[in-house]
């Protein structure tokens, strides 16, 4: 259900506000810019596939523009002429992030995860332990149903002020005797961390040959980088002790990536289809969402009604037809294009559904939950947007789109319901 989290505010906007100045999606560009990696000049980290999760615990949104300034519960913003609410001036990250990618070492591309937590005295775990973090803190993690037996030590990176550790998924052999003297020493001090049985699967998984007409969601479905299926972590942080833990209260850290990102390379299904529907020659397809059989189990394309939410047919509460809808409607279509360092700030609308389509160029996608769900905190979940490929920003869901090149990207973009 919609509720403001505890920390949260929502400002009535009464005067005229400089996006140039504290922009949130400059800061948040910038903690993005910032993160390194300890393979660098030894292994190739595929820039386009890294994928970011930035926790927050607080946000500071806006309210509505215009004469709707003042309407800061999200459950009466029934005036759909406004198209910019609810826009977010301010974030407050929490204390853990997670990148997860490809990178490849000689012949091997496959998956690795990086853990980061922050090492300031005034981070939780510091101020459970009376701030007597020592070089090294330990992580307890489930990826995905495969879990540490035992936690792991995550050392003090002097560079970052992070304790942080990646972890690989390498199958080539020896992987120490395959890097170079950055990546050696980095496993040497335990940054670098092979962890075949934690991290799955090789890029090879999903090489296009051998694909025709098969379910996307049965092929190595155990590949941590899988391009459709979420990727779910548990994990808590204790000190080097293990006495003392950040640990989410004893409930552990439950986080998702799970942005819904579709295109050449994440897809359903794919095939050859000759003299398609009574045509000639030969026909591509990628299936990329779908109601039709057997892909009606995942609802993808669905959204979920609560009773302050607008249906299709602009009605709520005790006058909606249903309680879930199956589709997408659609109310707008437009052709956008994002000029160089220009970027659509982060916001949410309540109740639409809405699809990014990038034709050209190549863009930083943020999408976030601005409510706590049930099964994963909130965070802001970064990707790269290349054409040909989209992301479905489903109700309520924050979003961004940033212009990742000095040349204009186009953006189909449409939706319904705000």
Same mark, same amino acid.
């Given at each position: 259900?919609? =509720?403001?989290?505890?920390?949260?505010?929502?400002?009535?906007?009464? *005067?005229?506000?400089?996006?140039?100045?504290?922009?949130?999606?400059?800061?948040?560009?910038?903690?993005?810019?910032?993160?390194?990696?300890?393979?660098?000049?030894?292994?190739?980290?595929?820039?386009? %596939?890294?994928?970011?999760?930035?926790?927050?615990?607080?946000? +500071?949104?806006?309210?509505?523009?215009?004469?709707?300034?003042?309407?800061?519960?999200?459950?009466?913003?029934?005036?759909?002429?406004?198209?910019?609410?609810?826009?977010?001036?301010?974030?407050?990250?929490?204390?853990?992030?997670?990148?997860?990618?490809?990178?490849?070492?000689?012949?091997?591309?496959?998956?690795?995860?990086?853990?980061?937590?922050?090492?300031?005295?005034?981070?939780?775990?510091?101020?459970?332990?009376?701030?007597?973090?020592?070089?090294?803190?330990? #992580?307890?993690?489930?990826?995905?149903?495969?879990?540490?037996?035992?936690?792991?030590?995550?050392?003090?990176?002097?560079?970052?002020?992070?304790?942080?550790?990646?972890?690989?998924?390498?199958?080539?052999?020896?992987?120490? *005797?395959?890097?170079?003297?950055?990546? $050696?020493?980095?496993?040497?001090?335990?940054?670098?961390?092979?962890?075949?049985?934690?991290?799955?699967?090789?890029?090879? /998984?999903?090489?296009?040959? &051998?694909?025709?007409?098969?379910?996307?969601?049965?092929?190595?479905?155990?590949?941590?980088?899988?391009?459709?299926?979420?990727?779910?972590?548990?994990?808590?942080? &204790?000190?080097?002790?293990?006495?003392?833990?950040?640990?989410?209260?004893?409930? @552990?850290?439950? !986080?998702?990536? @799970?942005?819904?990102?579709?295109?050449? @390379?994440?897809?359903?299904?794919?095939?050859? *289809?000759?003299?398609?529907?009574?045509?000639? &020659?030969?026909?591509? !397809?990628?299936?990329?969402?779908?109601?039709?059989?057997?892909?009606?189990?995942?609802?993808?394309? %669905?959204?979920?009604?609560?009773?302050?939410?607008?249906?299709?047919?602009?009605?709520?509460?005790?006058?909606?037809?249903?309680?879930?809808?199956?589709?997408?409607?659609?109310?707008?279509?437009?052709?956008?294009? #994002?000029?160089?360092?220009?970027?659509?700030?982060?916001?949410?609308?309540?109740? @639409? =559904? +809405?699809?990014?389509?990038?034709?050209?160029? $190549?863009?930083?996608?943020?999408?976030? /939950?601005?409510?706590?769900?049930?099964?994963?905190?909130?965070?802001? +979940?970064?990707?790269?947007?290349?054409?040909?490929?989209?992301?479905?920003?489903?109700?309520?869901?924050?979003?961004?789109?940033?212009?990742?090149?000095?040349?204009?990207?186009?953006?189909?973009?449409?939706?319904?319901?705000?």
């Amino acid at each position: 259900m919609a =509720q403001i989290e505890p920390g949260d505010v929502i400002q009535d906007i009464t *005067s005229p506000i400089n996006y140039n100045e504290r922009n949130p999606v400059a800061k948040l560009l910038g903690i993005m810019q910032e993160s390194s990696f300890f393979a660098e000049n030894t292994a190739a980290y595929l820039s386009d %596939s890294l994928q970011y999760l930035f926790p927050f615990s607080h946000l +500071e949104l806006y309210g509505p523009a215009g004469d709707d300034h003042s309407i800061l519960n999200p459950e009466v913003q029934d005036n759909k002429t406004d198209f910019q609410k609810q826009n977010i001036r301010d974030f407050l990250l929490t204390d853990t992030y997670l990148v997860r990618g490809w990178v490849s070492v000689g012949q091997w591309t496959g998956p690795f995860i990086k853990f980061s937590y922050r090492g300031d005295p005034d981070s939780a775990l510091s101020r459970a332990s009376g701030n007597t973090l020592t070089s090294f803190i330990h #992580l307890w993690a489930d990826i995905q149903g495969k879990s540490m037996n035992e936690p792991i030590p995550v050392h003090y990176n002097t560079e970052t002020n992070n304790y942080e550790i990646e972890l690989w998924g390498f199958t080539g052999g020896d992987l120490f *005797s395959q890097l170079s003297q950055k990546g $050696k020493d980095a496993m040497s001090r335990g940054l670098l961390v092979n962890r075949p049985d934690l991290i799955k699967g090789t890029i090879n /998984d999903f090489a296009r040959e &051998g694909l025709d007409d098969r379910d996307m969601y049965q092929v190595a479905p155990e590949n941590s980088m899988h391009p459709i299926l979420p990727l779910n972590i548990t994990l808590a942080w &204790g000190d080097h002790t293990r006495t003392f833990w950040d640990s989410n209260n004893g409930n @552990n850290y439950h !986080y998702s990536f @799970n942005m819904l990102l579709r295109g050449w @390379n994440n897809f359903m299904q794919v095939g050859v *289809s000759a003299n398609p529907h009574g045509g000639i &020659g030969f026909l591509h !397809y990628r299936n990329l969402l779908s109601n039709y059989k057997p892909y009606t189990r995942f609802k993808e394309l %669905s959204r979920s009604l609560e009773p302050w939410m607008f249906d299709a047919n602009r009605k709520k509460g005790n006058d909606q037809i249903t309680k879930e809808e199956n589709f997408v409607a659609v109310e707008y279509v437009d052709l956008h294009i #994002l000029k160089a360092e220009c970027a659509i700030g982060i916001h949410r609308h309540r109740d @639409n =559904q +809405e699809i990014f389509f990038l034709l050209n160029g $190549k863009t930083i996608m943020v999408t976030g /939950d601005w409510y706590q769900f049930a099964d994963r905190e909130r965070a802001f +979940e970064i990707r790269t947007l290349l054409p040909g490929s989209f992301t479905l920003l489903k109700a309520g869901q924050l979003h961004s789109l940033i212009n990742a090149l000095d040349i204009d990207a186009t953006l189909l973009m449409f939706g319904g319901y705000d």
